[in-house]
């Protein structure tokens, strides 16, 4: 084993990779506790506020609300379109128009932002 491989196995210790193909939960217990918070409480709510990545709008989505969210009035928040490209901001919103879909960018540490939100 070389330097630099002797370095990584002090540093992070014996690794092994499974090889047998086993399953391997990659979602953390406190996900899945929100998960279950969030359907809990999707079942008394009339309207959703659902919060999304203004830069990554359809990827920032969680897909597995997705279906429980469609048969709620829902308005997605673009946050952080301070950091997104003006130029393609205005063309997310209207492609959420074309969708009848309720969308609003926002920055959410402006407080002003948020307040057009409620």
């Given at each position: 084993m070389g330097g630099v491989g002797k370095i990584l196995k002090k540093c992070l210790g014996e690794?092994?990779?499974?090889?047998?193909?086993?399953?391997?939960n990659w979602f953390p217990g406190h996900m899945a506790a929100a998960t279950r918070a969030i359907n809990a409480r999707l079942k008394l709510a009339d309207l959703?506020?659902?919060?999304?990545?203004?830069?990554?709008?359809?990827s920032s989505a969680n897909q597995d609300l997705q279906p429980r969210l469609?048969?709620?009035?829902?308005?997605i928040a673009l946050n952080k379109k301070?950091?997104?490209?003006?130029?393609?901001m205005h063309?997310?919103?209207?492609y959420f128009d074309s969708c009848k879909q309720d969308?609003?960018?926002?920055?959410?540490?402006?407080?002003?932002?948020?307040?057009k939100e409620v």
């Open positions: 690794m092994s990779f499974n090889t047998g193909g086993g399953n391997i959703v506020i659902e919060v999304r990545d203004s830069r990554i709008p359809l469609s048969s709620k009035r829902r308005v301070d950091l997104a490209n003006p130029n393609i063309k997310w919103v209207d969308c609003l960018p926002i920055n959410a540490h402006s407080r002003s932002s948020v307040q």
